[in-house]
């Protein structure tokens, strides 16, 4: 079953997507109609692989929060050196535990906060540079985590604009490798991106400075194996990127698709974006299921699952779940927040880049809503092909703003 799971995760997005047999054509259909449906077979619904699915809020945030779940099967070796190796996100603990340790500190409050003004700089250098009609995704979501992951890691400013391309290349291929020609690609990228990382830690092996590169390679050795220290790189690259473009993305996209929603921001951007946030956290979350595997026999309300079976765990699907919140289906910024929406999954896995990402995001929409209250759409959006991951890859806009 780990084997499958590893082929579908390798060998392109739908076949042997459990959401491909209920009909989800990858970026172009709404999934949540297709979560519905799951929803109405029942809270645990087999899969035709012998796994089984969950939309259910409870169901899912036990699951992840479950230890006698896991990531990966015990025993079993990282993901192939070709693929996408991400580091801690795909192990169980204590490997886990130890290399968390690590990045966790990079994130704390004190080290948050202090990307703010950053945050702020570079997004009101983003919209004094926009056109009165851009594309709010290359123009403006994308540019924003770049800098501050780069940031974040210490990467030199001359090799930033390198560093985005390929971490877009190996960022999306996380569902898959869909061709020859892709494939070639990521080979060719994750080839580039470690020669930088190789350049990396030898710059801060000798001259450390305070960003998480430099704890990395002081640890090297001890709590980190030389081997560990690239993937775990190639993560924060990773999730940090790809997750945070795609939610302010989709939060533009909620609120052009609600324009009293959009009109509440901008009469207080300073209290509503936090909100407005949240609600596309939940209502359209950018990551929308990831998986765990049963690590010994045990039962899920009531239903015996066996080792080795993997459960789907729905985000999309549970961040709806009528049981948790009043008329899921509304995009409301203002709602009454009943239950914690899982955008940022549960248990020992749960995000540890939530806070910056919500930084980023809450300071972009508050900033875009101050500057171009009259922001409207100027053309289709486009989706990514990806089932997993959820959000335009384009998105015209219009606002000339204020002047
Ligand atoms: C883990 C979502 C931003 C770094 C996760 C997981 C989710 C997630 C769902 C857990 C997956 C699972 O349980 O299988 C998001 C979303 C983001 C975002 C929606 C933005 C809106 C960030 C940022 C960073 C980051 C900005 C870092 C710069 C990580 C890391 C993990 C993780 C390192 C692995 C945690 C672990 O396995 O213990 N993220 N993320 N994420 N995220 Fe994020």
Redesign the pocket.
Known sequence: LYRERLAFAYSGYVRRDPTALLGLRPGRDDPYAIYERMRHQGDLVPTWLGNWSTTSHRICDAV?RDRRFG?RPEGEPMPPSEGVN??????NPPD?TRL?RL?QP??SPRQVAGYGPRIERTVAGLLDRAPAEFDLVSAYAAPL?IA??TD?LGVPDARTDQFARYGTVIGGAIDGIRSLPHALRLQAARGELDALFRDLFALRRAEPADDIVSRIVAAEGDQVRPDEMLPMCI???V???E??V??IGNAVNALLDHPDQWKKLCADPETMAEKAIEET?RFD???QR???VALEPLELEGTPVRKGQYVA?Y?GGANRDPRAWADPGRFDIEREQTADH?????????????P???L??VIALRALAQRRPDLRRAGRIRRRASTTIRGPLRLPVRGAGRP
Do not use: D, K, W
Not at 86 to 91: A, C, G, I, Q
């Open positions: 992840l990531v991400l580091s801690f996100l795909e192990m886990h968390r990045a990079a994130f985590p501050v992951i974040l993560l924060l690259l999730a940090g990127f997750t945070t795609n939610l956290l979350p950018p990551v990831t998986y765990r765990t985000i899982l955008a940022f999954s549960s248990g020992i896995h749960y995000c540890v880049g939530q910056l990402a919500r980023e995001a």
